[in-house]
């Protein structure tokens, strides 16, 4: 069965005058009104000829760089302990047992628990702005990780890194929303998220370079974490003066290519900015079953994701390889993450089925699994495939992001639905660095089980997903055709604070 057709894939010019701006705002109800609506009301005298594609180019330039730059850089903090571990830090800070394996979960609860303020703030503060102001803590709280000397002070390093960090896939699938229509927004959403794999690549040149400093004072651990950290904290600075806050406040547009955006992505129906809160939204948000779908998938894939990224370079060095190799053999992860992301990112804008896509990454994801499982240990061939093969999970991530923000309309249930997919993906990195327990060492194959067995489920979520859009938008039809016709100017239609269930033109893409 197809996917609902999206109609702006292909249309490569706008050429609007002033009687196709939206007309005469209802200033009484001026809160339910997304600010898009008044910007055009506004500027609706202005008439305009604008090449899309040269827009969208110029959009591209401007956004995407800055969006992948940030979460590289999110990535490579992340995992920076990673490599770290292999570089003495569990014998300089006198770590036991499963003390590693709960300073990695410390992260990701600590995440989860920020992901509630993150929802408040979204909703009244521009997410560029706090993305920005939360990348520049972050990197101080990443360069305070060389400070750390036992179990409990690296514990708190990482309780504040996960803190600031759980904003940064929120503020992104926001971001990344203004921007574009929905085909569109799947291929960009992709290039960003290409950071996870330049991260695997650049951590272990990172690590590999670090090994080599000889320091009885300093070591090089320790060095890897400051000079990353503080690099981060420079971009943050940089992120809040060059992240618009708005397409309305972007500098970077003149108004005729401000008022031919917004008119091009009206077709969203999602909405760009509005500060009112609605308590009915968050109920919505909370009781819709498609939000609960995509949480579960998202912990399912992120259990296997918390696993490869947490502890790839301790099962590689595991193989029988020297810890500077082993932080080198991390490196193809990262190649097989990127080469995912965007084939599935481009494959959506031309192929849509996004489930169909994220099955085809389960597969390999399960195949790794079995490899990493039960392949011999001499055999180390089979076991590098089996993790490398695991990385084509992180492509589907990307589409579990893009479909929140497409498939939820409403200010406050967008910011609440962005909220428990990114607690969710906390979720799935606490659990799984927990099945690594110290008594499975060397092989951890509880751990490795685990990652075969989610992608299956991960699989069949999906295709649950793709029943219920498909179920959800036959439902709509039928009460469509019981209605009498709509307006096509109607407001509440494309500028209006409403839900996508309240939407009546409003249509879900699976």
């Known amino acids: ?30 809160k339910d009104l997304d600010s898009a609506y008044f910007y055009l009301t506004e500027h609706s005298n202005v008439a305009h000829s604008v090449d899309l594609k040269a827009l969208r180019r110029k959009i591209d330039f401007w956004i995407v760089p800055m969006a992948f730059l940030c979460y590289t850089l999110q990535f490579i903090d992340k995992v920076l302990i990673n490599y770290a571990a292999v570089m003495g830090l569990a014998a300089d800070v006198k770590l036991v047992g499963n003390d590693f394996s709960n300073v990695t979960s410390a992260f990701s609860i600590a995440y989860l628990i920020a992901e509630v303020p993150n929802a408040y703030f979204l909703q009244r503060i521009p ?50 929303s203004q921007w574009y229509t929905k085909s569109e927004q799947a291929p960009r959403f992709s290039l960003w998220y290409c950071g996870l794999g330049a991260g695997q690549i650049l951590g272990g040149i990172i690590s590999y370079g670090f090994q080599h400093v000889r320091n009885t004072h300093f070591t090089g651990w320790q060095m890897m974490f400051v000079v990353v950290g503080l690099v981060t904290s420079m971009i943050g600075a940089a992120t809040i003066f060059i992240l618009p806050d708005t397409p309305m406040k972007a500098r970077f547009l003149t108004e005729a290519e401000k008022i031919t955006l917004l008119n091009h992505i009206t077709i969203n129906k999602t909405g760009i900015e509005n500060h009112h809160f609605k308590w009915s939204q968050l109920k919505e948000a909370f009781l819709d079953i498609q939000i609960w779908l995509l949480a579960l998938h998202t912990i399912l894939i992120a259990i296997s994701s918390g696993v490869i990224t947490s502890y790839s370079a301790t099962l590689i060095s595991g193989f029988g390889f020297s810890k500077p190799n082993a932080a080198l053999l991390n490196m193809p992860s990262g190649l097989v993450s990127i080469a995912s992301t965007l084939i599935v990112g481009f494959g959506i804008r031309y192929k849509s089925h996004r489930w169909a896509w994220i099955v085809a990454c389960c597969i390999p994801g399960m195949i790794g699994g079995g490899l990493m499982s ?41 910011v609440a639905a962005v909220a428990i997919i990114a607690g969710s993906f906390s979720i799935g990195n606490i659990i799984g660095p927990q099945t690594f327990q110290a008594r499975d060492a060397p092989e951890y194959r509880p751990a490795k089980i685990t990652v075969m067995g989610t992608q299956a489920a991960a699989a069949f979520v999906a295709f649950l997903l ?45």
Request: charged share 20%.
């Open 374 to 414: 039960f392949s011999p240990k001499n055999n180390r061939a089979a076991l590098l495939a089996g993790i490398y093969l695991v990385n084509f999970v992180v492509a589907t991530l990307t589409v579990i992001y893009h479909w929140t923000v497409a498939n939820c309309a409403g200010q406050t249930k967008r």
């Open 1 to 30: 069965m197809a996917s609902p057709p999206e109609a702006e894939k292909n249309i490569p010019t706008a050429t609007v005058g002033p009687e196709t701006a939206v007309r005469s705002p209802n200033r009484e109800d001026g």
């Open 127 to 176: 997410a560029a702005k706090w993305l920005g102001v939360n990348i520049f803590l972050w990197g101080i709280a990443s360069a305070c990780h060389a400070a750390a000397f036992n179990y409990h002070s690296l514990l708190a390093a990482r309780i504040f890194l996960g803190m600031f960090e759980a904003s940064i896939a929120p503020c992104l699938m926001l971001i990344s």
């Open 466 to 510: 793709f029943l219920y859009y498909v179920w959800a938008n036959r439902r709509k039809d039928e009460k469509e055709a019981m209605l009498p016709s709509e307006n096509p100017e109607e407001i509440a239609e494309s500028w209006g604070n409403k839900t996508d269930k309240e939407k009546r033109s409003f249509r879900y893409v699976y």
